[in-house]
């Protein structure tokens, strides 16, 4: 059964969005290298566009971690199903992530990879739900705020479904 989907933020507004996270982070970062952790699987949609858009020399990682069963709710667990390959030590990390919701997976992640000593972390998402925040995350980056709505797409799914659309949609 398919579900209705109402778009929340358009694909135009998205696309605009990541291109001026794009230009704000190179200015950040300008005469320095960039490596951004993309967090699977949500994450890649943005980490994609997002790395299009920087004009500073970038490499890029991956890491898969599981906060969530097939539930809508955050279990406060977070667990490491595909660490990064390659060493941090020494680099500017930025962590680019599709959602922060309760905070807890980001703040694990936060410290895991601060004990491997790279020169700074910087966090990006896509979207932010600050309502629900439960562990203290500083974020540097925020897309959009949006409610307490669960949204799909542009990376989120709803089990598994809907990662592929172009925008941001409610479930109804
Ligand atoms: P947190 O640990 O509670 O911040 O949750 C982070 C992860 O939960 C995100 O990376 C998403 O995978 C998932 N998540 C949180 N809110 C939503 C939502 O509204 N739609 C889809 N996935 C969500
Ligand atoms: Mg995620």
């Known amino acids: 059964m398919?579900?209705?989907?109402?778009?929340?933020?358009?694909?135009?507004?998205?696309?605009?969005?990541?291109?001026e996270l794009g230009r704000q982070i190179s200015r950040d970062y300008a005469g320095k290298e960039l490596h951004?952790?993309?967090?699977?699987?949500?994450?890649?949609?943005?980490?994609c566009e997002l790395s299009k858009n920087l004009t500073i020399p970038v490499s890029m990682d991956f890491m898969s971690v599981s906060s969530y069963g097939e539930e809508q709710v955050?279990?406060?667990?977070?667990?490491?199903?595909?660490?990064?390959?390659?060493?941090i030590e020494g680099k500017e990390v930025l962590i680019v992530e599709?959602?922060?919701?309760?905070?807890?997976?980001l703040r694990y992640l936060i410290d895991l990879l601060n004990s491997r000593k790279p020169r700074s972390i910087r966090i990006c998402t896509l979207l932010d739900k600050p309502?629900?925040?439960?562990?203290?995350?500083a974020v540097d980056y925020v897309g959009f705020?949006?409610?307490?709505?669960?949204?799909?797409?542009?990376?989120?799914?709803?089990?598994?479904?809907?990662?592929?659309?172009?925008?941001?949609?409610?479930i109804e």
């Open 36 to 47: 951004l952790i993309c967090v699977l699987k949500g994450g890649v949609f943005i980490t």
């Open 98 to 105: 599709d959602i922060i919701d309760s905070g807890n997976t």
């Open 145 to 170: 705020q949006i409610p307490d709505k669960f949204v799909v797409g542009y990376g989120l799914d709803y089990k598994q479904k809907y990662r592929n659309l172009p925008y941001i949609g409610a």
């Open 131 to 137: 309502e629900r925040r439960r562990a203290d995350v």
């Open 74 to 87: 955050s279990s406060g667990m977070v667990k490491i199903i595909k660490d990064l390959d390659d060493s």
């Open 2 to 19: 398919e579900s209705k989907i109402n778009v929340l933020i358009s694909e135009e507004e998205v696309d605009k969005k990541i291109r």
